[in-house]
């Protein structure tokens, strides 16, 4: 049986309220908002773009689907969780500053702000998920607090899993910092001699004091590196590698085991929406304005996690004439979906049904 994927065309030099009438109808025709009971916890789960990113989905195109969510219960809420690097968004405090600087003020987005992992993010309840590669995660204990989710996603590339989309959103976006760490320690970057120009770019950045001078090269230090994957992104010369098959694979996989466990406490409560306008290489946690990789194409919407992904790449895809998230960085992206299917946590045969704008 094919999950059936909703589809709305979209351009993002549309006026901002078009934009939101457009994921409102969306949105209503997944049929999912009668689901929603009026005592519920409804988590509204969203990245805030990290400081000097301007990708992110903005407030105001979410404003028709938070409408409909507080029609049916008055208790719904934005939230993340925080970040595993230290930038702008590794706190509670800081996080919501930053919210609120991107446009997610109240009178806006009409329903607070709530970081799930807590102040610093500790605030983490365990999940057993019996995986092939995770046994107990580790999740933000907000998202478990929560009767239904809405996961508003950003579409875009990533440098350690090719995509970041629904799942990426749900697996990683979910996890604690813990979870994160889980995550990422799969990730083993190395510097390449023979390309690195001694800048010191990386060691600036990177969150774990990993990258040190050693004897006039810079190499990094296993036992600290966390994988956070900061140091491949600020290189401009290529000199940082990963093994891409190998260690994207195992934090793919990761991923989706993680996605598994949230999705299985939401059950029936759960929605995918993703926005495929100003995809660009990198992901929102980077601190810059980028390109877009592709013109914008409109927003997609699914109960099914792995089916909005799949059709969402595809329309990229199609748009593009090309695989632009191959183009980004050379990483095999399909492992999410694969083994997200392989485990349950959703199809890649989908019906796109569009909806006429
Ligand atoms: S940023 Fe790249 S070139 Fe500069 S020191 Fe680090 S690895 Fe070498
Ligand atoms: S991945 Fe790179 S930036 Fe991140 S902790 Fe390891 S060495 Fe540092």
Redesign the pocket.
Known sequence: MKSKVFFIRARRGEPAEEIARKARELYLALGFNERIEPEDFVALKIHFGEKGNKGHVKPRWITGIIDEVLKRSQRAFLSDSNTLYVGNRSNSVDHIRLAWEHGFTPDVVKVPIIIADGLVGRDKTEVRVDGQRIKSSRIASAFLMSDAMVCLTHVTGHVQSGVGAAIKNLGMGCASRAGKLDQHSVVHPR?EARK????????QYCPAGAIVQLNGH?AIDDEKCIGCGE?LV??K?G??KMKWDEDSRRLQEKMAEYALAVKNHFGEKICFINFIMQVTKDCDCMAKTQESIVEDIGMAASLDPVAVDRASIDLVKQQAGRDAFRAGYNIDWSVQLSYGEKIGLGRQDYELVEIES
């Open positions: 510097i690195c120009r001694n800048c010191g770019v990386c060691i810079v140091c600020v290189c010369f000199a940082v």
